[in-house]
């Protein structure tokens, strides 16, 4: 069933393309994370039209699939290589979705300390910054961690625009041997090695919160 | 001299405050009592800032309150420390933030407080590692530190064992000593015992009776309402 010939020499090439994996799903967290950060501070802003504006993008980029979104993007010919294509698509959408997950992590703040620092003189940006922020962000973590995972299994999508990952190195690799089976089984144990390897760093990461405030 | 004329509120169609008028002198401890709900809370809440009232005005030594900037402060029954930081980083930064002033400043300001509230050995704790009344000093001190002329307390020992209670009277009836003037929302008959101050009950967001402590004390069929109050809460308990 499995060629572990084949199977041996397959590791190296998975390797190799499983950092363009990781250096997608990295910086497409990024984006994810400072656009949700914005979309969120819009949704819950003054202005009525930013409020609009925000609804309307989570609305619209949670409402159509991700593989369209990659394709739109790249049919814009944007002056990109595919691999940037693809982390500004899977980055947007997952800012949608990390929007919601940081509202959510702005409304745990406990009021009472937003009233005493609001008493106290303190500015908006300020106690934005200071106080709900770091609240927010620690309160969601464990979400944007699960996030990041998710982004790893969803950079297999930026493949269709020909990004080199590890999907991609994956298929190459099945129309020269033509074993589906051993290929899949190969990249298979590459994500999964990816996402637990991921999800236990960031796990002793959040252990390590325990020790500060 | 604080004075608080004709303070109105409207809360859905209901008058939350219904023209409290009110004059505290400074030095002065002024207790507010009165059942859940009758706008104790709502008063102390106008004071500071975090709610607007429909009608009347408040000034403070003739001055009205919008024109002076940190000059009440206030312990909030919940305290509402910044859980978030350290004990020290909890005072200095509203020292930093509100004050402007520079961190070495604040820090220095900060642990002078701290010592003098016997916190000097905490100042780099989270303050969820400190006890109750630990987190009331640092509530205090976090007030004390932005150099109020008035210090409001809502139901500051409303959570304490009588020990604590008998510390927190003790340091209010200092700070009014210090020349602070006081304001207290409370529950807890104990206070209105032990603190030497102004009683005014409240009811349906009015002042329904004031009295000096002593006067009351000394004569307390000269006081129906506050002693109809206080006879019915100790029923209660």
């Known amino acids: 069933m499995i060629d572990f010939a084949l199977f041996n020499n ?34 819950q802003g003054d202005s009525v039209i930013g409020r609009f504006i925000a609804q309307a993008y989570v609305s619209i980029v949670r409402g159509t699939p991700m593989i369209v979104q990659i394709m739109f993007l790249y049919s814009l010919n944007l002056p990109f290589s595919p691999i940037v294509v693809a982390i500004i698509a899977i980055g947007l959408n997952s800012s949608a979705y990390v929007s919601q997950t940081i509202k959510s992590g702005i409304n745990s703040v406990a009021k009472g300390e937003i009233e005493a620092a609001i008493m106290m003189g303190i500015r908006r940006r300020d106690i934005m910054r200071y106080i709900i922020l770091p609240q927010a962000f620690r309160a969601i973590f464990p979400s944007l961690g699960n996030e990041f995972v998710t982004l790893i299994k969803d950079s297999s999508l930026a493949y269709i625009i020909g990004v080199h990952e590890l999907f991609k190195e994956s298929r190459n690799l099945m129309n020269v041997t033509y074993d589906v089976i051993t290929v899949y089984v190969a990249v298979t144990l590459f994500y999964l090695v990816l996402t637990y390897g991921v999800t236990l760093l960031l796990q002793e990461y959040e252990k390590s919160w325990e020790r500060t405030c | 001299m604080l004075k608080l004329e004709n303070l109105t509120k409207k809360f859905h169609e209901k008058n939350v405050l219904d023209g409290v008028n009110l004059e505290i002198k400074k030095g002065e401890i002024a207790l507010l009592l009165g059942s859940s709900g009758v706008g104790k809370s709502t008063l102390l809440r106008v004071l500071c800032g975090l709610e607007t009232v ?30 978030n930081m350290n004990v020290i980083t909890n005072i200095t930064f509203a020292l930093e933030k509100a004050l402007g002033y520079s961190p070495k400043t604040a820090q220095l300001l900060a642990l002078e407080f701290l010592h003098k509230y016997d916190l000097a050995d905490k100042a780099n704790l989270c303050v969820n590692k400190l006890s109750g009344g630990q987190k009331q000093r640092l509530a205090l001190i976090r007030t004390l530190a932005l150099q109020p002329d008035v210090i409001c307390f809502d139901e500051p020992t409303s959570a304490l064992d009588p020990v604590l209670t008998m510390q927190v009277a003790n340091t209010i009836a200092q700070l009014a000593q210090d020349g602070y003037t006081v304001i207290v929302t409370t529950h807890d008959m104990s206070l209105v015992e032990k603190l030497p101050c102004t009683i005014h009950l409240m009811d349906k967001g009015a002042i329904l009776q004031s009295a000096q402590s002593h006067q009351y004390w000394e004569n307390q069929e000269q006081f129906p309402h506050i002693t109809r109050f206080i006879k019915g809460y100790e029923r209660e308990i």
């Open chain 2, 54 to 83: 429909d009608r009347g005005t408040i000034t403070l030594d003739a001055i009205p309150l919008s024109r002076k900037t940190h000059s009440i402060g206030m312990v909030f029954q919940h305290l509402n420390l910044f859980s």
């Open chain 1, 10 to 43: 397959a590791l190296p090439l998975l390797a190799k393309a499983s950092i363009n994996t990781l250096i997608i799903a990295f910086f497409s967290t990024l984006i994810g994370l400072w656009g949700g950060i914005c979309i969120a501070l819009a949704q």
